[in-house]
């Protein structure tokens, strides 16, 4: 960031970014359902992490005077246990901070490759482009969610491996949109501007394509995490998601989708704070589209 | 437009080239093979399996083999179920699946664009909240959730529908599963329709319309829909995709024999030539479907030119 | 041009829905008030269809190319060996009607049933015997399972490749006699004949189809029950065989086998009456079944010990007696049978389970209370030099399963609360983690399980003997590997019984494997299956039950 007070200087770009963000804010702020849907993020976000340690559990912990019990405040299982009498309070937002935490992760690895490769193809254009925007078209065709499945089935369910996975499928929506934005952006006149006064290629793209998508990618992230975390529930569905004793919110609604007609508390605490969590991503995103996207709606 | 979608057509190859080659090469890395069993087989027999499977050929050799029976339509014998061929196993299967994705996506489309006008018709009123509402639902559901929950009300309570299976292939085997593979979709498809339709309601030409005093009904089927329908079809491809693999859940919870089935199967057996036929055939299958939205796409929308 | 396209999309939709048939529902009759099996209880009903759960698809239902309990099942209807094994009986006679062992114990002449009969109305005679036993232990045929015929003679030296099929000692002597004779006596020799690997195959057939005859239309076979249709991932049917022999003691005309691997989706189906039987049940749920299904759960003793493996090759287990007896003694098997497992499972002490003519081993500390485990376990652990400060850090591997994952993640617990070890449960899919067994180099603690292929103790021995392909714990005790040789020699059945009973001694002194608990069969049965009856190998023929009144 030492290179920032060069680039306010060089071009009128960060002064309108600052604008436009404070009309977002304002159009934000109006969307009832998309402010209490972002409350209902952070207040999730703050419960995963410091929830745990409002109980007497561990999250790996059996209870095995309380096998399978339904809610219960006596014994301070909130939620109730499991068939192993682990405490599902814990674990709910133990699987949350999991969930979480692949949805961002990933979200990110997906955004870091979507950027550099769309950035790179809208700038520099001509045959670059081609050949980069065919790889992607090639990417796309592919049914990477086969391949998914079979990363994780031959080779073990390695956190890391899911979030690199679920990165590597999700990038390729991201260099399409960042490679269409660029590509209207490259003829403004800032840009035109400082390729006059001899910037590096490189060095263009970081410091004034890249901020300029920041709307376009803000939108993306806020959608692309459920999607994700859908994803993991997924592969947790085949028995691919992530190890025991750690879980997550796929992992635990599937073992309560089991047991739903014997032990409904497996599945409703679990899959609430799953779907609610969607929604409020779904409408955050919406919400946020609708802010920074003055001509859509 | 003919020489428009041929030369599409022959751009798909090196995909389709690149797609096999990506799956056999993964598929072989994997550890373990197809006739590890926890009863070890004397080193004589498995010599013989291997051989009779051309798998003590150098790799290089082997996928050879492999690109020129696919160039003759064969996928090779099935390693896990002995009595038969692969291409056998997805002739059987396909058809199975076929049935069970297509019913769903028609519906999906049916459905969520109906759901979708109507929402975006009646814009805040109370049938737009319903019908978003109802759609987030379906969108944050897994629907391995949603399967299970369907069975236990629909089959063991009420004894309306079967739990699964396909019995004697009668329609009402289908029912659950066709809902359940479909909620995501309308889900997205209505939100999707919702969106564009309220954007092209607002466009100068649907004013004109309205200015010239034609009916409303006219002004939504004649004008209206067709190019609200853009951005659902360009969901086409992608919503393919999720039918496909949403249908290895389904058909799993289900019982229902289809290819999505084999897949994971085929890959915790290590039959390499199983896996290879499914994946070779779904991406066949979703490369085709992705060219024919593109197609539709270019069809509907007058503003796309075919270079 | 839309609506033209919306009404062609719904036209669609139908047909896809209606599909090609358009029968009516495979509807059951209803069930009224009338108790079941009507007044005497014995009433038959209508319709003799069973609907079974099966597990698995099977592989194959070629006899000699399939491995797996489903197939197993399947096999078992559709042919008979020369010997059946009866729940109450025990060995009886099959496609056999009698046979002689010669003094020596090596020698077996079979005699053929005059009216056995193939499913095409061929007869069954000691030739189709013979070409069976030889094309299961042939080379080409690729059979994963025909070392279960080592005791023949010179069986092993054919499936190595040294000797020709035709090398093998069966002979036909007429149409209706067949002799075997085998390397050295073998006690459970007439339980290895109801074994797939030993089925006949119909020559004709296998012949003009080669690799592809087991399919409908083209199988033959010589059991109660023929194929009558096979739709893969879905069901397979078979109908009554008119030919067999016993065809008037048959009641069931249809038997139906659903593969479904799930048993929570498999409970649902019998909740909703599309099975009759189920092939397992989910253990989780077991409280809840209790409660509201308690007369249909059948939970018997099953041949099978469940077992945590030791690599004895590696630190921290190798050379270190100890360390094994502290880890083995700080599991509570009455605890995990009770809370965990739930189904009457029975606590293993000893290694071998409740095998024919053999009497357990039962070691001192079964008497224990769980403290003076705990007590003896604690020193021991110090004995090994590991303290709470110092405590073990060790992996569990187990296959990817929920019931694995859940004993896994039990003991792991209790071993941490004894002792204070540190556990690292490490899942593997079946393949990868079979590999990883068998290589030794990874692993410490592995999750396994025997499930015995005849009725005899020495098929849960064998696997730890020093030479066998099986010895993932890689344990090598030369006297141990001696008892069994003597034992494999014995003719004497009490002289035989001792010698194993030696061997499984020194297993639970050395401890290569700590066992945990012996498998029950469990399973739903619908109250008008009538005359089930467990099996410990749970060999349930259909020919055996019937649909009562209901």
Redesign the interface.
């Given at each position: 960031m030492s290179a920032a007070p060069e680039s306010m200087a060089a071009t009128p770009a960060p002064v309108k970014g600052r604008s436009l963000w404070v009309d977002a804010w304002n159009v934000l702020r109006r969307n009832r359902a998309a402010m209490v849907a972002g409350a209902l993020i952070f207040t999730m976000a703050v419960l995963v992490v410091v929830g745990p340690w409002l109980s007497p559990w561990d999250y790996?912990?059996?209870d095995?005077d309380n096998?399978?019990i339904g809610p219960d405040w006596e014994s301070r299982h909130y939620f109730g246990t499991d068939?192993?009498?682990r405490d599902l309070f814990v674990r709910t937002l133990h699987g949350g901070r999991i969930s979480l935490l692949i949805g961002v992760v990933a979200t990110l690895v997906s955004l870091l490759i979507g950027i550099s490769w769309g950035a790179t193809a809208g700038y520099l254009g001509g045959r670059v482009d081609h050949v980069m925007m065919r790889i992607v078209d090639i990417l796309y065709a592919m049914p990477f969610m086969f391949f998914v499945i079979l990363l994780m089935?031959?080779f073990?369910?390695n956190i890391l491996l899911i979030f690199v996975a679920i990165g590597a499928i999700n990038w390729l929506d991201m260099a399409r949109i960042v490679r269409g934005q660029t590509l209207s952006l490259k003829h403004k006149e800032f840009i035109e501007a400082a390729e006059a006064q001899g910037v590096a290629s490189f060095n263009i793209i970081r410091r004034h394509i890249v901020p300029n998508l920041l709307g376009v990618v803000v939108v993306y992230v806020t959608l692309t995490i459920p999607q994700v975390i859908l994803v993991e529930s997924f592969l947790s569905f085949l028995?691919l998601g992530v190890?025991?004793?750690m879980t997550s919110w796929g992992a635990l609604v599937n073992e309560g989708?089991?047991?739903m007609?014997?032990?409904p508390w497996m599945l409703v605490f679990p899959a609430t704070f799953l779907a609610l969590t969607l929604f409020c991503f779904n409408f955050v995103g919406d919400g946020l589209r609708d802010a920074l996207d003055p001509k859509d709606r | 437009m003919i020489r428009y979608a041929l030369s599409r057509f022959l751009g798909a190859i090196p995909t389709l080239l690149i797609l096999v080659a990506l799956a056999f090469f993964m598929i072989r890395a994997a550890?373990?093979?197809p006739?590890?069993?926890?009863?070890?087989?004397?080193p004589?027999?498995e010599a013989?399996?291997r051989a009779?499977y051309h798998l003590d050929e150098p790799l290089v050799q082997q996928f050879g083999r492999y690109l020129l029976n696919l160039a003759r339509g064969d996928f090779g014998?099935s390693f896990?179920?002995?009595?038969?061929s692969v291409t056998e196993?997805i002739a059987?299967?396909f058809p199975v699946s076929?049935?069970l994705g297509?019913?769903a996506m028609?519906?999906a489309?049916?459905l969520g664009v109906t759901a979708g006008t109507m929402a975006a018709l009646r814009q805040n009123s109370r049938t737009d909240h319903a019908v978003m509402a109802v759609s987030m639902t379906g969108i944050s559901i897994p629907n391995f959730v949603m399967a299970?929950l369907l069975?236990?009300l629909f089959?063991?309570t009420l004894?309306w529908l079967?739990?699964?299976?396909?019995?004697?292939?009668?329609?009402?085997y289908?029912?659950l599963p066709?809902i359940s593979l479909a909620l995501p979709q309308i889900a997205y498809i209505s939100r999707l329709t919702r969106g564009s339709m309220i954007e092209v309601l607002r466009s100068n030409f649907i004013r004109t319309a309205r200015a010239q005093g034609l009916p409303e009904r006219t002004i939504i089927?004649r004008h209206a829909?067709?190019p609200a329908l853009l951005p659902v079809v360009s969901y086409l491809g992608p919503a393919s995709a999720a039918v496909i693999t949403g249908s290895v859940v389904i058909?799993?919870?289900f019982?229902?024999?289809?290819l999505g089935?084999?897949f994971v199967?085929g890959a915790?057996?290590?039959d390499y030539t199983l896996v290879m036929g499914v994946v070779v055939f779904y991406g066949a299958l979703i490369i085709l479907f992705n060219l024919l939205v593109d197609l539709v796409y270019a069809w509907l929308d007058p503003k796309v030119k075919y270079a | 041009m839309?609506?033209a396209v919306?009404l062609y999309?719904?036209a669609?939709?139908l047909v896809?829905?209606?599909?090609?048939?358009?029968?009516?529902?495979?509807g059951r009759e209803a069930a009224g008030n009338a108790p079941i099996g009507g007044p005497s209880g014995t009433e038959l009903a209508e319709r003799q269809v069973l609907h079974r759960g099966n597990g698995a698809?099977p592989?194959?239902?070629?006899p000699h190319?399939?491995?797996g309990v489903p197939e197993s099942n399947l096999q078992r209807d559709l042919y008979e060996g020369l010997t059946i094994d009866d729940p109450e009986l025990g060995v009886v006679p099959g496609a056999a009607e009698s046979w002689e062992i010669s003094p020596d114990g090596t020698v077996y002449t079979f005699r053929m049933r005059a009216n056995g009969r193939w499913s095409n109305g061929d007869p069954v005679t000691a030739h189709d015997f013979a070409y069976g036993l030889r094309r299961s232990v042939d080379?080409?045929t690729?059979?994963?399972?025909?070392?279960m015929l080592r005791p023949i003679l010179n069986a092993e030296k054919v499936?190595?490749?040294e000797l020709p099929p035709e090398a093998l000692g069966v002979r036909a002597i007429d149409d209706l006699t067949l002799e075997v004779t085998l390397e050295a006596p073998t006690p459970y020799f007439l339980g290895v004949l109801n074994h797939s690997a030993s089925y006949p195959v119909h020559r004709g057939t296998v012949e003009k189809y080669g690799?592809?005859?087991?399919?409908p239309d083209r199988l033959v076979s010589n059991g109660a029950y023929r194929l009558k249709d096979w739709?893969?991932?879905?069901?397979i049917v078979l109908e009554r065989n008119p030919y067999y022999w016993d065809n008037e003691n048959t009641t069931i005309e249809e038997v139906w086998f659903?593969?479904?691997e799930?048993q929570?989706?498999e409970l649902?189906?019998y909740?909703?009456d599309?099975l009759d039987m189920t092939y397992e049940l989910?253990f989780?749920?077991l409280?809840?079944?209790r409660e509201n299904l308690a007369d249909d759960i059948r939970i018997s003793e099953y041949l099978g010990i469940y077992y945590f493996g030791l690599n004895v090759t590696r630190p921290p287990f190798q050379d270190n007696v100890a360390l094994r007896r502290a880890l083995n003694l700080a599991i509570d098997r009455e605890?995990l049978t009770r809370?965990?497992t739930n189904a009457g499972e029975i606590p293993a002490y000893g290694y071998v389970p409740a095998a024919a003519y053999y009497e357990q081993v039962v070691p001192e500390w079964a008497d224990w209370t769980q403290e003076e485990r705990l007590a003896e376990a604690r020193r021991l652990y110090e004995e090994a030099g590991y303290s709470p400060d110092e405590p073990l850090t060790v992996q569990i591997l187990y296959n990817?399963h929920?019931n694995h994952?859940?004993i896994?993640?039990?003991i792991a617990?209790m071993w941490q609360d004894a002792l204070g070890i540190e556990t690292e449960?490490?899942?593997?899919?079946?393949?990868?983690y079979?590999?990883t067994r068998?290589t030794k180099q990874d692993t410490q603690v592995f999750r396994a399980g025997w499930i015995g292929d005849y009725n005899d103790a020495y098929n849960f021995l064998e696997i730890l003997h020093s030479e066998s392909?099986?010895n993932d714990p890689g344990w090598n005790n030369p006297r141990y590997d001696a008892l069994l040789e003597a034992a494999s020699r014995e003719i004497d059945l009490e002289r035989r019984a001792q010698l194993m009973h030696q061997a499984e001694q020194l297993v639970l002194e050395e401890l290569p494997v700590i066992p945990v608990y012996f498998y029950v069969t469990k399973r739903l049965v619908k109250p008008w299956v009538g005359n089930y009856r467990p099996h410990v190998l749970d060999h349930v023929q259909t020919k055996d039950l019937k649909i009562l009144k209901h």
């Amino acid at each position: 960031m030492s290179a920032a007070p060069e680039s306010m200087a060089a071009t009128p770009a960060p002064v309108k970014g600052r604008s436009l963000w404070v009309d977002a804010w304002n159009v934000l702020r109006r969307n009832r359902a998309a402010m209490v849907a972002g409350a209902l993020i952070f207040t999730m976000a703050v419960l995963v992490v410091v929830g745990p340690w409002l109980s007497p559990w561990d999250y790996a912990q059996t209870d095995w005077d309380n096998v399978s019990i339904g809610p219960d405040w006596e014994s301070r299982h909130y939620f109730g246990t499991d068939a192993l009498g682990r405490d599902l309070f814990v674990r709910t937002l133990h699987g949350g901070r999991i969930s979480l935490l692949i949805g961002v992760v990933a979200t990110l690895v997906s955004l870091l490759i979507g950027i550099s490769w769309g950035a790179t193809a809208g700038y520099l254009g001509g045959r670059v482009d081609h050949v980069m925007m065919r790889i992607v078209d090639i990417l796309y065709a592919m049914p990477f969610m086969f391949f998914v499945i079979l990363l994780m089935v031959f080779f073990g369910r390695n956190i890391l491996l899911i979030f690199v996975a679920i990165g590597a499928i999700n990038w390729l929506d991201m260099a399409r949109i960042v490679r269409g934005q660029t590509l209207s952006l490259k003829h403004k006149e800032f840009i035109e501007a400082a390729e006059a006064q001899g910037v590096a290629s490189f060095n263009i793209i970081r410091r004034h394509i890249v901020p300029n998508l920041l709307g376009v990618v803000v939108v993306y992230v806020t959608l692309t995490i459920p999607q994700v975390i859908l994803v993991e529930s997924f592969l947790s569905f085949l028995g691919l998601g992530v190890q025991e004793p750690m879980t997550s919110w796929g992992a635990l609604v599937n073992e309560g989708a089991q047991e739903m007609g014997t032990a409904p508390w497996m599945l409703v605490f679990p899959a609430t704070f799953l779907a609610l969590t969607l929604f409020c991503f779904n409408f955050v995103g919406d919400g946020l589209r609708d802010a920074l996207d003055p001509k859509d709606r | 437009m003919i020489r428009y979608a041929l030369s599409r057509f022959l751009g798909a190859i090196p995909t389709l080239l690149i797609l096999v080659a990506l799956a056999f090469f993964m598929i072989r890395a994997a550890p373990g093979g197809p006739f590890d069993s926890e009863k070890a087989l004397p080193p004589e027999i498995e010599a013989n399996l291997r051989a009779a499977y051309h798998l003590d050929e150098p790799l290089v050799q082997q996928f050879g083999r492999y690109l020129l029976n696919l160039a003759r339509g064969d996928f090779g014998p099935s390693f896990q179920y002995k009595d038969y061929s692969v291409t056998e196993l997805i002739a059987a299967g396909f058809p199975v699946s076929l049935r069970l994705g297509g019913s769903a996506m028609i519906l999906a489309l049916l459905l969520g664009v109906t759901a979708g006008t109507m929402a975006a018709l009646r814009q805040n009123s109370r049938t737009d909240h319903a019908v978003m509402a109802v759609s987030m639902t379906g969108i944050s559901i897994p629907n391995f959730v949603m399967a299970p929950l369907l069975i236990l009300l629909f089959a063991v309570t009420l004894g309306w529908l079967p739990a699964g299976g396909i019995g004697d292939g009668s329609p009402r085997y289908l029912v659950l599963p066709v809902i359940s593979l479909a909620l995501p979709q309308i889900a997205y498809i209505s939100r999707l329709t919702r969106g564009s339709m309220i954007e092209v309601l607002r466009s100068n030409f649907i004013r004109t319309a309205r200015a010239q005093g034609l009916p409303e009904r006219t002004i939504i089927l004649r004008h209206a829909l067709k190019p609200a329908l853009l951005p659902v079809v360009s969901y086409l491809g992608p919503a393919s995709a999720a039918v496909i693999t949403g249908s290895v859940v389904i058909e799993q919870i289900f019982g229902v024999p289809g290819l999505g089935r084999y897949f994971v199967q085929g890959a915790l057996n290590r039959d390499y030539t199983l896996v290879m036929g499914v994946v070779v055939f779904y991406g066949a299958l979703i490369i085709l479907f992705n060219l024919l939205v593109d197609l539709v796409y270019a069809w509907l929308d007058p503003k796309v030119k075919y270079a | 041009m839309l609506r033209a396209v919306f009404l062609y999309a719904l036209a669609a939709l139908l047909v896809l829905l209606a599909g090609c048939t358009d029968a009516g529902p495979a509807g059951r009759e209803a069930a009224g008030n009338a108790p079941i099996g009507g007044p005497s209880g014995t009433e038959l009903a209508e319709r003799q269809v069973l609907h079974r759960g099966n597990g698995a698809e099977p592989q194959s239902l070629d006899p000699h190319k399939s491995e797996g309990v489903p197939e197993s099942n399947l096999q078992r209807d559709l042919y008979e060996g020369l010997t059946i094994d009866d729940p109450e009986l025990g060995v009886v006679p099959g496609a056999a009607e009698s046979w002689e062992i010669s003094p020596d114990g090596t020698v077996y002449t079979f005699r053929m049933r005059a009216n056995g009969r193939w499913s095409n109305g061929d007869p069954v005679t000691a030739h189709d015997f013979a070409y069976g036993l030889r094309r299961s232990v042939d080379p080409a045929t690729l059979s994963n399972y025909s070392i279960m015929l080592r005791p023949i003679l010179n069986a092993e030296k054919v499936i190595a490749g040294e000797l020709p099929p035709e090398a093998l000692g069966v002979r036909a002597i007429d149409d209706l006699t067949l002799e075997v004779t085998l390397e050295a006596p073998t006690p459970y020799f007439l339980g290895v004949l109801n074994h797939s690997a030993s089925y006949p195959v119909h020559r004709g057939t296998v012949e003009k189809y080669g690799d592809r005859w087991a399919r409908p239309d083209r199988l033959v076979s010589n059991g109660a029950y023929r194929l009558k249709d096979w739709v893969m991932q879905s069901h397979i049917v078979l109908e009554r065989n008119p030919y067999y022999w016993d065809n008037e003691n048959t009641t069931i005309e249809e038997v139906w086998f659903y593969p479904i691997e799930n048993q929570s989706i498999e409970l649902q189906r019998y909740r909703a009456d599309a099975l009759d039987m189920t092939y397992e049940l989910p253990f989780r749920q077991l409280a809840w079944l209790r409660e509201n299904l308690a007369d249909d759960i059948r939970i018997s003793e099953y041949l099978g010990i469940y077992y945590f493996g030791l690599n004895v090759t590696r630190p921290p287990f190798q050379d270190n007696v100890a360390l094994r007896r502290a880890l083995n003694l700080a599991i509570d098997r009455e605890l995990l049978t009770r809370q965990v497992t739930n189904a009457g499972e029975i606590p293993a002490y000893g290694y071998v389970p409740a095998a024919a003519y053999y009497e357990q081993v039962v070691p001192e500390w079964a008497d224990w209370t769980q403290e003076e485990r705990l007590a003896e376990a604690r020193r021991l652990y110090e004995e090994a030099g590991y303290s709470p400060d110092e405590p073990l850090t060790v992996q569990i591997l187990y296959n990817t399963h929920e019931n694995h994952r859940t004993i896994a993640v039990a003991i792991a617990s209790m071993w941490q609360d004894a002792l204070g070890i540190e556990t690292e449960l490490v899942n593997q899919e079946w393949k990868v983690y079979l590999e990883t067994r068998r290589t030794k180099q990874d692993t410490q603690v592995f999750r396994a399980g025997w499930i015995g292929d005849y009725n005899d103790a020495y098929n849960f021995l064998e696997i730890l003997h020093s030479e066998s392909g099986l010895n993932d714990p890689g344990w090598n005790n030369p006297r141990y590997d001696a008892l069994l040789e003597a034992a494999s020699r014995e003719i004497d059945l009490e002289r035989r019984a001792q010698l194993m009973h030696q061997a499984e001694q020194l297993v639970l002194e050395e401890l290569p494997v700590i066992p945990v608990y012996f498998y029950v069969t469990k399973r739903l049965v619908k109250p008008w299956v009538g005359n089930y009856r467990p099996h410990v190998l749970d060999h349930v023929q259909t020919k055996d039950l019937k649909i009562l009144k209901h």
